[in-house]
């Protein structure tokens, strides 16, 4: 069973920065494919970003160019680096670890972008 602990959440104005870390209790996640998925109240979970274990990344159109996903296999961790933020990026953003055969969620973690 793979646990995975999002942190790095968090209040920030709009045009602001935040990274967030998803950490996953075992190293057989360098095997998975990796998601960030948000959800803002009212609404459904969307899928923002992805990165393969070979590295390849894919991003949903409106955070393209903004946001950043990438992985340490050695930290068994991924990151969500996330820059130019606006007020619709604010959502419950949650780590997802997928194979052919399991999926794991992470709790998620709370993203505000206010002035």
């Known amino acids: 069973q793979v646990q995975l602990v999002e942190s790095g959440g968090g209040l920030v104005q709009p045009g602001g920065s935040l990274r967030l870390s998803c950490a996953a209790s075992e190293s057989s996640v360098i095997f998975y494919t990796m998601y960030w998925y948000r959800q803002a109240p009212g609404k459904q979970r969307d899928l923002v970003a992805a990165?393969?274990?070979?590295?390849?990344?894919n991003y949903v159109e409106s955070v393209k160019g903004r946001f950043t996903i990438s992985r340490d296999n050695a930290q068994n961790t991924v990151y969500l680096q996330m820059n130019s933020l606006k007020s619709e990026d604010t959502a419950v953003y949650y780590c997802k670890a997928e194979t052919s055969a399991r999926v794991y969620w992470g709790q998620g973690t709370q993203v505000t972008v206010s002035s």
């Open positions: 990165v393969t274990r070979g590295g390849s990344t």
